[in-house]
């Protein structure tokens, strides 16, 4: 079933800050690239719409499934794309890893109406740094395309905790044990990574723990450093797979 525009609602002007990671306040020297991939004409019409009010956005291209994805991808080489992820001839999960096989340096966010644990959890291990619900609003959109190019991981809070019971579930299924003990993290970076596991950006962290920001970005580059990981997401799945957090 293709999913429709409707729940992408408006949610307020942007801040107008050109050029202005909105995370670290340095610079962007250049715009955000990103290209759109949905088999609803009108969906993407809608994003481009809405994208081109931020000046630090361009979406610089547009496909209707995955095959398209991937031969625009490796044309355009976007910083981000956005995709669905049930489109005929080729889905979206599908296209994940030829993307990042054709365009290793694109970040790719999932924006669609399904919200099964297997989807989530299948476009994480595809490649996927975010996995967002088409009921998120507009601003939220753009907001979650400025952290995912900033190096986060975006997911709607509702998929978090289905994201944690489908690790609980691969856990339970499985007797392995681990050959290697699992590099040791200090007690605050055990609690950044419990945070990040709930789905918390880096400001609702830092909030949290009573710690700054660049504490929190520091906190995660160690936690990925140590368990010689690529993203957020991967460390949680990481995490949960070997045992290292307990899901309760």
Known sequence: MADTFGPLRDGGASDGVVGIDADTGAARKEPIRVLVVDDHALFRRGLEIVLAQEEDIQVVGEAGDGAEAVDKAA?????????????????????????????????????????EEADLYDAIKAGATGYLLKEISTDEVSTAIRAVADGQSQISPS???????????????????????????????????????TGMNNRDIAKELFISENTVKNHVRNILEKLQLHSRMEAVVYAMREKILEIR
């Open 159 to 197: 998929m978090a905790s289905k994201l944690l019971t489908e690790f609980k579930s691969m856990i339970q299924r499985t007797d392995e044990r681990r050959l290697v003990p699992a590099p040791r993290l200090t007690d605050r970076e055990l609690e950044v990574l419990k945070l990040v596991a």
């Open 75 to 115: 044309d355009l080489l976007p910083d981000i794309v956005l995709m669905d992820v049930r489109m005929p001839k080729r889905g979206g999960i599908e296209a994940c890893t030829s993307i990042k096989e054709v365009a290793p340096s694109a970040k790719i966010i999932m924006l669609t109406i399904s919200d």
